[in-house]
Nanobody, 120 residues
């Protein structure tokens, strides 16, 4: 009933920029938190940034380089990534707490992931 579709990943050189997008669609009643996580090979999935009505939270490793934003009218969350480093290489996953029209209860949804590779 609800889908999160990410786009914007790819290959970029160190110091470059990418912008990820994640659009939620389906039978949506309301969206609470939206955020981005990432998982590098052999590592656990980790929080990158989240955004709520109260503000944003970024991981220490991306502070000053990544910016999360949200367009509520489009049910879309963005992640602007600047000054990318090789250690930012990972699969990036979109996450959202969404209440559907049918159940009106918040449920955790994940996107399929988009690969970001930072390499020269």
């Amino acid at each position: 009933q609800v889908q999160l579709v990410e786009s914007g990943g790819g290959l970029v050189q160190p110091g470059g920029s990418l912008r990820l997008s994640c659009a939620a669609s389906g039978s949506i009643f309301s969206i609470n938190t939206m955020g981005w996580y990432r998982q590098a090979p052999g590592k656990q999935r980790e929080l990158v940034a989240v955004i709520t009505s109260g503000g944003t939270t970024n991981a220490d490793s991306v502070k000053g380089r990544f910016t999360i934003s949200r367009d509520n009218a489009k049910n879309t969350v963005y992640l602007q990534m600047n000054s990318l480093k090789p250690e930012d290489t990972a699969v990036y996953y979109c996450n959202a707490l969404i209440a559907t029209m049918a159940r009106r209860l918040l449920h955790d949804y994940w996107g399929q992931g988009t690969q970001v590779t930072v390499s020269s």
